[in-house]
């Protein structure tokens, strides 16, 4: 008596369990359960590439300071024919003050934008 018992509650158990499992996978396999898991990996590969890029940039610049530092690129410049006020202008670089009029644009337009033309 007592086997038929055990393996009657046995059964039952083990029935509950494949049913509670099938159930789970059935909702795991939704369209809107799928669609939250392919959101969530997308956000999760946003921010590993958004890590990736600031490792990368703080790469750079940590290889660019020390490049600078090997070729003297860091060493103030003393240009003793430049005057002082040409001094610091080539210190700064050239100046972007905005179109100035009868300035040609920096490249010429002489080509289509169309993507659609045959080439």
Known sequence: MFRRAFWFTAGAAAGVWA?????RKLKQLTPESLAAQAADKAIETGHRLKDFALDVRAGMLQRESELGEALGLNAPVE???LPAP??????????S?????????PYPNNHSYNRNEDH
Request: hydrophobic share 25%; proline share 15%.
């Open 19 to 23: 049913t509670t499992k099938v159930n």
């Open 79 to 81: 240009d003793p024919a």
């Open 86 to 95: 040409r001094r610091a202008a080539a210190l700064d670089g050239p100046r």
């Open 97 to 105: 003050d905005g179109p100035r009029s009868g300035a040609r644009p």
